[in-house]
Nanobody, 125 residues
């Protein structure tokens, strides 16, 4: 059964850190680029960060550059999003998604084939 399962969300104070994980199963993980997207209440879903199938290429939204780091471990079928210096505007449900591509990155949610259920990140004092 194909699955993407996010974990690691929670409540954190501004300036704090969280590490999100995305665990994959049921498909050939190393053939898929992975993207992290987020959606805040009343806002459209937006791309946060992306990593190619082999981990060599990464990209970030301008709003998170220098604060977030994406990585993957294909041996564990997992992708991680390390988030530092968190701000209240980072509050959202965070989703990981899989795109069947080799070496390429996309910020278009329509290019992604599979999605997780999301994990809530709340940045508040």
């Amino acid at each position: 059964q194909l699955q993407l399962v996010e974990s690691g969300g929670g409540l954190v104070q501004p300036g704090g850190s969280l590490r999100l994980s995305c665990a994959a199963s049921g498909f050939l993980f190393d053939e898929y680029a992975i993207g992290w997207f987020r959606q805040a209440p009343g806002k459209e879903r937006e791309g946060v960060s992306y990593i190619s199938n082999n981990g060599r290429n990464t990209d970030y939204a301008e709003s998170v550059k220098g604060r977030f780091t994406i990585s993957r471990d294909n041996a564990k079928n997992a992708v991680y999003l390390q988030m530092k210096s968190l701000k209240p505007e980072d509050t959202a449900v965070y989703y990981c998604a899989a795109d069947h591509s080799w070496g390429l990155l996309s910020d278009d949610p329509d290019d992604y084939d599979y999605w997780g259920q999301g994990t809530q990140v709340t940045v508040s004092s």
